[in-house]
């Protein structure tokens, strides 16, 4: 049997990644950048973003930060044109970009709904329609879309806000996984359980806790558990997987 090459197809290939520059973002950058990938960063924290290419790539040769909110179609159009004038191609996006501001329904103003669901579904939405037709030229490409188990299923304390954006994100994925099939595109979904990052921080402790009950395994998640998941979705080690939801939540779902 042919050995696999260590990059699992990823040397050389071009990724883009919003929410770069948060804690899930920079694990996911990071592991394809090891993997051989030239990494298009896409972030509104510029200082965060410019900070961990410095420290990935000080070159610049294989990495490149920009600065661009998800809700806007032209900054996220900008920023792809932008990788497709440096790298000349684009393989893989993850759309990682997000927010979580909860409130009851009760408290809850428009606004704030309309805010958390702009970002992370419409953002989905905008920078999935800024790489498809680059994908539908290369003939294939592959996306994964950043859920939550939040969006799978009723946690106490997230927000409906959030829970609607998230599982809005889980069926954009799995009809643009049947719509882009027939192009050799792949879209699949990673719903992380929950981790402590600058996101999950402003949650009061005890509500963190009983989102974090009930896994099977003791291991708490980190970053880079959700990056190795994001990894194999976008690698050749899914070559026949698409419109499918990973959880990734230590077995939190088992009953
Ligand atoms: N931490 C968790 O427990 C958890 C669980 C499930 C899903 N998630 C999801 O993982 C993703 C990353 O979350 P994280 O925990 O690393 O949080 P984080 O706050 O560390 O990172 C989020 C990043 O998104 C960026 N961002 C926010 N709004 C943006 C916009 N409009 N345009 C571009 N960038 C924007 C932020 O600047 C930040 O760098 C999010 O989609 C989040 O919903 C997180």
Redesign the pocket.
């Known amino acids: 049997m042919e050995e696999r090459k260590k990059t699992y197809g990823l040397g050389g290939k071009v990724c883009a990644v919003?929410?770069?520059?948060?804690?899930?973002?920079?694990a996911i950058a990071s592991l394809l950048f090891a993997q051989g990938a030239r990494v298009g960063l896409?972030?509104?924290?510029e200082a965060?973003?410019r900070d961990l290419v410095g420290r990935l790539d000080p070159a610049g040769d294989s990495t490149l930060f920009l600065r661009?909110?998800?809700?806007s179609e032209d900054e996220i159009d900008a920023a792809v044109k932008r990788i497709l004038a440096k790298f000349s191609r684009l393989d893989v996006l993850v759309?990682?970009?997000?927010?979580?501001k909860h409130e009851p329904i009760d408290e809850m103003s428009l606004a704030n709904f309309e805010s958390v669901v702009r970002?992370?579904l419409t953002?989905t939405f905008v920078a999935c329609r800024a790489a498809v037709p680059i994908m539908k030229r290369q003939g294939g490409g592959k996306i994964v879309n950043?859920?939550?188990?939040?969006g799978r299923t009723g946690r106490p304390g997230v927000g409906v806000n959030?829970a609607a954006s998230?599982a809005g994100v889980i069926g954009l994925s799995q009809t643009l996984a049947k719509e882009l099939g027939p192009h050799g595109i792949y879209v699949n979904a990673v719903?992380?359980?929950?981790?402590?990052?600058?996101?999950?921080k402003k949650v009061p402790p005890d509500v963190f806790e009983r989102?974090n009950a009930g896994k099977a395994v003791t291991k708490n998640?980190a970053?880079v558990d959700?990056a190795e998941a994001v990894l194999f979705l976008a690698s050749d080690l899914s070559n026949w997987i698409t419109g499918v939801t990973l959880d990734v939540n230590g077995g939190i779902l088992i009953r």
Request: glycine share 18%; with cysteine; charged share 10%.
């Open positions: 919003t929410g770069a520059a948060g804690a899930i973002g920079e896409i972030d509104v924290n965060a973003g661009a909110d998800v809700t759309n990682c970009a997000g927010i979580l970002v992370n953002g950043i859920a939550s188990l939040g959030y998230k719903a992380p359980g929950p981790i402590l990052t600058e996101l999950t989102w998640g970053p959700v």
